[in-house]
Nanobody, 123 residues
Framework: QVRLVESGGGLVQAGGSLRLSCAAS????????MAWFRQAPGKEREFVAA????????YYADSVKGRFTISRDNAKNTVYLQMNSLKPEDTAAYYC????????????????WGQGTQVTVSS
């Protein structure tokens, strides 16, 4: 079992930065691939970024590539999403997710989810 709690969301102006954190509990965190997804009102859940259990592999959605960075600290059981050059279209609830296998862009294959943290980017 893995329990996930996101934090770090908020209101920021376009061009600004935020750093999201996802604190995990459970002894399987260090062997889990982790990902961030987001969901805006009326839209489907969208892949943002993923990282392998070791941190050696990462993958990003084209819409955030070059602006967002996913990382993890297995000693702290935490995964991060550094978001720079934020745009109004990045506004959404951001969710952290974990799975016991390799990283994947499909939200349906993730086993554990956090409650989400809201990111709002004003123009």
């Amino acid at each position: 079992q893995v329990r996930l709690v996101e934090s770090g969301g908020g209101l920021v102006q376009a061009g600004g930065s935020l750093r999201l954190s996802c604190a995990a509990s459970g002894r399987t965190f260090s062997s889990s691939a982790m990902a961030w997804f987001r969901q805006a009102p009326g839209k489907e859940r969208e892949f943002v970024a993923a990282i392998s259990w070791s941190g050696g592999r990462t993958y990003y959605a084209d819409s955030v590539k070059g602006r967002f960075t996913i990382s993890r600290d297995n000693a702290k059981n935490t995964v991060y999403l550094q978001m720079n050059s934020l745009k109004p279209e990045d506004t959404a609830a951001y969710y952290c997710a974990a799975r016991g296998q390799g990283l994947n862009v499909n939200h349906r294959v993730y086993d554990y989810w956090g409650q989400g943290t809201q990111v709002t980017v004003s123009s």
